[in-house]
């Protein structure tokens, strides 16, 4: 049934389609995600604690404002 390239290329074809460019990577991690915890399950192994979510960027803070007072002589 798949002997030929080409039908491979038409597959991929209708998959960017309906999903679009964008999507695809998305749908992918989501997939290996999936088949990840498959495994697991498969193997009994307990699922991994979940990690604490931590800011990619961590708040900036304004520097000090200090006042300069000029002295009369």
């Known amino acids: 049934m798949w002997d030929s390239p080409m039908h491979l290329l038409i597959i991929a074809v209708v998959v960017l389609v309906l999903f679009g460019g964008r999507k695809i990577p998305e749908v992918m991690k989501g997939l290996g995600q999936g088949v990840r915890e ?3 399950g498969m193997r009994g192994d307990p699922p991994p604690p979940p990690q604490a979510s931590q800011p990619v960027n961590p708040p900036v803070t304004a ?5 300069v007072t000029e002295e009369k002589k």
């Not at 520097?63 to 006042?67: G, I, K, L, N, R």
């Open 38 to 40: 498959f495994k697991d």
């Open 63 to 67: 520097p000090p404002v200090t006042v």
